[in-house]
């Protein structure tokens, strides 16, 4: 089952939240949605989940359209929000029993189902406990089983992993990849290494406006305009004199020496060209060593940086 958004708006009086976006995402796919704070995410999940309408626009789930069939939409549908609404004075397995009840799974097949969530989401140990007695991990398991409950076609998790520590970061993306498998996902974090771990494909909104989509390698390639490589060279006697006929070279645009390292330099190519074969034959000219020839890549840090700041 797949989400379709088409030119999708939504207006706060004069400031539009989300400006004319429109996107797809595929049956079985995991989507990490990114975006600065007030981007339009959280909006934008809202909206796909029914709890706010359109301005202008349209999303479609499964060929539903929340506008004209809200309420088939949200069977379909389970949403973890950011801020993660649990009853503290319930025990786990009372919870899970409630929220079956609501999200309509039949009385006979409740049982099931919450033995299900509890085995699916590692609370097993946990279960009996209040939900005020848990820790932040375990919380969001009963997050994520709720919202799984009803066995929804679609995920929409809001910050899922938000406050957690770093073990219980890696408990919940594993168990994040393990649903990808069977749903489809739709993930936002601010927590870049989480997206290149459990995502599939990654979007960036800024200013209500999509900036980027497509996966984190595709999204280095389109960044990577000019070739950054880092190279080191022996048998060479005069750091000056292989500096300056570096940067004789036509297709290299800048090198940078990088300190404390002798005959180490960072190498900064012109855009849409490649220097490696004009410094591959500078060595052998001059008896050098080519020692190291790597290419850095792009930090998906580096890539959301440039495209959400002025």
Same mark, same amino acid.
């Given at each position: 089952m797949g989400i379709v958004v088409e030119n999708l708006t939504k207006n706060y009086g004069f400031q539009k939240a989300i400006d004319d976006i429109s996107f797809q995402v595929n049956t079985g796919e995991i989507l990490g949605f990114l975006g600065p704070n007030g981007a339009g995410k959280t909006t934008t999940m809202k909206i796909i989940t029914c709890f706010m309408s359109p301005t202008n626009g349209d999303v479609k789930v499964n060929g539903l359209s929340v506008r004209t069939n +809200?309420?088939?939409v949200k069977k379909t549908i389970g949403y973890l929000p950011e801020n993660n609404p649990l009853y503290y004075e319930m025990p786990v397995i009372e919870y899970l029993e409630f /929220? #079956? #009840?609501l999200? =309509? !799974? +039949?009385?006979? &097949?409740?049982s099931d189902k919450v033995g299900e969530m509890i085995l699916v989401c590692g609370l097993n140990e946990e279960k009996h406990k209040n939900i005020g007695q848990l820790s932040k991990g375990f919380r969001q398991r009963v997050g994520l089983a709720q919202a799984m409950i009803h066995d929804p076609e679609i995920l929409i998790l809001d910050e899922p /992993? +938000? =406050?957690l520590d770093p073990n219980q970061i890696i408990e919940i993306r594993k168990l994040i990849r393990h649903i990808g498998t069977q749903k489809t996902v739709i993930l936002s974090t601010h927590i870049l290494p989480e997206v290149e771990a459990t995502c599939d494909r990654i979007l960036i909104i800024n200013k209500g406006k999509i900036v980027a989509d497509g996966t984190s390698e595709t999204l280095r390639k389109q960044s990577s305009n000019n070739e950054l490589l880092r190279i080191s060279i022996t048998e060479a *006697? *005069? &750091?000056?004199? !292989?500096f300056s006929c570096l940067q004789r070279i036509e297709s290299i645009l800048l090198v940078d020496p990088i300190k404390d390292h002798d005959f180490t330099f960072h190498i900064q190519s012109k855009i849409g060209t490649s220097s490696r074969k004009d410094l591959f034959r500078l060595c052998v000219d001059n008896n050098?060593?080519? *020692?190291e020839m790597t290419p850095i890549e792009t930090k998906l840090e580096d890539i959301f940086r440039e495209l959400t700041t002025n």
């Open positions: +809200s309420e088939e /929220t #079956a #009840a999200q =309509g !799974v +039949s009385k006979n &097949k409740i /992993t +938000s =406050g *006697n *005069n &750091k000056d004199e !292989v050098w060593i080519l *020692n």
